[in-house]
């Protein structure tokens, strides 16, 4: 059974900083494209970040120079370490692995598999 667990959410004040993990578990994810998505109260889930297999890094324009996210082939991770955060960035945050389509991996649409969430919550 596959399965991705995210952790490292919390609350934290505006300015400060978090580290999100989701370990997957079941299969290796080491070919598969990973990424993290946020939903923030009524909203739609968005893109945040993804890392391909190569280890290239993509952003949102929004958190671009503030988010960094990483893998761990090895370790069947990836990690996104948020800095000055804001109260914009307070969302339920999805993990994704594995794309089923050629569109793009900033679609929520094309992954086979999700984490059930972590809480980010920055105060202001």
């Known amino acids: 059974q596959v399965q991705l667990v995210e952790s490292g959410g919390g609350l934290v004040q505006a300015g400060g900083s978090l580290t999100l993990s989701c370990a997957a578990s079941?299969?290796?994810?080491?070919?598969?494209?990973m990424a993290w998505f946020r939903q923030a109260p009524g909203k739609e889930q968005d893109f945040v970040a993804a890392?391909?297999?190569?280890?290239?890094?993509y952003y949102a324009d929004s958190v671009k120079g503030r988010f960094t996210s990483s893998r761990d082939n090895a370790k069947n991770t990836i990690y996104l370490q948020m800095s000055n955060l804001q109260a914009e960035d307070t969302a339920v945050y999805y993990c994704?692995?594995?794309?089923?389509?050629?569109?793009?991996?900033?679609?929520?649409?094309?992954?086979?598999?999700w984490g059930r969430g972590t809480q980010v919550t920055v105060s202001s």
């Open positions: 890392v391909t297999p190569s280890l290239d890094a």
């Open positions: 079941g299969r290796t994810f080491s070919m598969s494209i």
């Open positions: 994704a692995a594995d794309r089923k389509s050629p569109d793009s991996f900033m679609s929520r649409y094309v992954y086979n598999y």
